[in-house]
């Protein structure tokens, strides 16, 4: 098992620009969410999924989206991104029943 | 909404000591569950434990172990025999039993360990 995957590890884009970080996970979780850190303010949830095709909003869901169609992928796309959303970006999935969230090795997103 | 407060942003301790980390929450839930995650630089989130809240023992790993007083709200990590290998970021986090399943973390705790 590879576990949780993220690409790209780094990336670096200017102000207004789209992206879409990927998340992949080989474990068939149901669960999967995205969550931000941020120097001094541990992680926060952006968006997450239940399921395929089901997803909700975190706290601080702004400035993203994202879909579900399968259950081993969870994209986060940025539409117009923002120096607000420099930040360190990681995928995380849990097991239905279970407790434990697994996360990926993160994506550093640093905007211009 | 749950919150989660770590109010130490720094510790620092030597090899070979105990050292204790602390951790607090908010909740009005009564089941729900805690867990210290290690980030070291690598920046990957390491479970080091969880706690289950119906569980009045408290959960050890190795040189791994909690103080989990429910009534207080408190859940802090205690840390023996500290090794160079120990030096992290320290996340406390909480996890609701039914729901969203989210966790909600505290901002962390840089553990540094002096040789």
């Known amino acids: 098992n590879a576990g949780v995957t993220q690409t790209p590890k780094f990336q670096v884009l200017k102000t207004g620009q789209s992206m879409t970080l990927q998340c992949a996970q080989d474990?068939?979780?149901?669960?999967m969410s995205w969550y931000r850190q941020d120097p001094g303010m541990g992680l926060r949830l952006i968006h997450y999924?239940?399921?395929?095709?089901?997803?909700d909003q975190g706290e601080v869901p702004n400035g993203y989206n994202v879909s579900r169609s399968t259950t081993e992928d969870f994209p986060l796309r940025l539409l117009s991104a923002a120096p607000s959303q420099t930040s360190v970006y990681f995928c995380?999935?849990?097991?239905?029943?279970?407790?434990?969230?697994?996360f990926g090795p993160g994506t550093r997103l640093t905007v211009t | 909404a749950q919150t989660v407060t770590q109010s130490q942003p720094e510790m620092s301790v030597q090899e070979a000591e105990t050292v204790t980390l602390s951790c607090t929450y908010d909740t009005s839930e009564s089941d729900y569950y805690l867990f210290w995650y290690k980030q070291p630089p690598s920046r990957q989130m390491i479970l080091v434990i969880r706690q289950e809240a119906y569980k009045q023992q408290n959960a050890t790993e190795n040189r791994f172990s909690v103080n989990f007083q429910k009534a207080a709200k408190s859940f802090s990590l205690k840390i023996s025999d500290s090794q160079l290998g120990d030096a992290a970021m320290y996340f406390c986090a909480y996890g609701r039993d039914m729901g969203r399943r989210a966790l909600t973390f505290g901002s962390g705790t840089r553990l540094q360990v002096q040789p």
């Open positions: 999924s239940v399921g395929a095709g089901i997803t």
């Open positions: 995380a999935s849990r097991p239905t029943g279970g407790h434990e969230q697994y």
């Open positions: 474990m068939n979780h149901e669960y």
